[in-house]
């Protein structure tokens, strides 16, 4: 069975179940699943490398009602599938009443109030082993903060588990490639619930950033606004081609920090770095707009931001007040271009999908731009065509490329074309990376040409900062002298003129006037 049908099996099964209402809930529900399996097939990975690794879902205690509470084993493999010694699934496994028992009355209540332990200091190797198994817990006990069990039939929900083992296997790292298809089709499904603000990133346009920006082993990449994780994960293989050795896999591995408000789009990020072997994913489940500005330390600062932060939404009344006052806005856009530039260390490097609506924008948006131009190095702008982001959404969007810590002398545009024979991109003709490879040859030995054109600071400011600036290479495009575009333009305002005055005339007499 393929793995559309698959997720799509698993979700007729559950809109058969009377406690899941809507799309959105049967994703949720889903993906918590999709975590615990994923994180079964990591714990197969750490027992294989490790002789004294002990699974944060063993032993789990938590208060419940002042009482504390503690349930031995909680692993996937004890209760949801569990194997007999050659690996087969067992037949006699807990459904009905009973397993519907043991989740709602232990297993959830014992992820979302999971013991930690106090914190651990020292470098001997249980203070080590005790510091890991700590962190692990912290990192399940926040994936399950905002989840939520939903089905009412203990049958309905093995036979969803049951689907699961038999369409998805996380243990082979030749099938791990499948989350990104799984979290991709999920988006689309979020998108048909209603859940707007929320799409996938292409891979192509996420691979060109990170190869573009090249982040360097030792470098901390942010994503302030990371939904799924998709140019963490990029970044992260980009950055494993660099590791030589262990030390190199752990620096790599607290080197990937994300964001994400939503507890939805944060789980499936978590669970996607998990798939591609990180152990403790440092995702804040936050808002990252609601830190003010002034508040932002040295410590804040990062080598590299890759994002796709929100926009068309609006933020909350309180949250611009963080800002200084000419930044002020509701456009989650505007916002975050202002956050993006605090947050990046002098010489730190950003890659950032914009609307076009940044770039003619006037108002705040000016100012932001201003601001933009003067602490920051914008070199270049990938204007990319429309439908990259479809179905999810038809506006236009932009990559801004960006170094901090000098002002803007010149900025140079490439303008994506469309492969030939296309004329919009859809599911089954997506963006590649191959079409990329145009710019990444220009890249190093910028000229102007059909694609490409430069535009100098004076220019931008001499247009009010807008950077909506058409390609004057264009074929077609014309080139005509200014002093004749001006007379042109006298000369039809001239004629305007005089068919108004015509007008005019020709109504008051028909009116008697």
Known sequence: MSLS??????????RKDVGVDGDAQRLGQLVWLLFLKVWAAREEDFEATSNDFTSPLVDVTWLEGGERKTAADLRWSTWAAPRDESGQLLKKT???DELLAFVNGSLFPALKGMEVGPAVEGDDAASVQARVLRERRLLIRSVFEDAYQYMKSGTLL???????EEGLDFSSAQNRHLFGEIYEQLLRDLQGAGNAGEFYTPRAVTQFAVDQIDPRLGEVVLDPACGTGGFLTCALQHLHRQAQGGDDRRTLQDSIRGIEKKPLPHLLCVTNLVVHAVDQPRIEHRNTLRQAIADLTEKDQVDVILTNPPFGGMEEDDIERGFPPEFRTRETADLFLVLIIALLKDGGRAAVVLPDGTLFGEGVKTAVKKHLLSECDLHTIVRLPKGVFAPYTSIRTNLLFFTKGQPTKEIWFYEHPYPE?????SKTKPMKIEEFAAEKAWWGKREEGAHAWRVSIQQVVERGYNLDISNPNAVGASHEDLGELLARFERERAAAAGLRDELRDLLAKALGL
């Open 5 to 14: 049908a698959s997720l799509k099996s698993i979700q007729d099964i559950m």
């Open 94 to 96: 807990s459904t009905g």
């Open 158 to 164: 093995r036979q969803v588990i049951d689907k699961l």
């Open 421 to 425: 024979g296309y004329k919009s991109y």
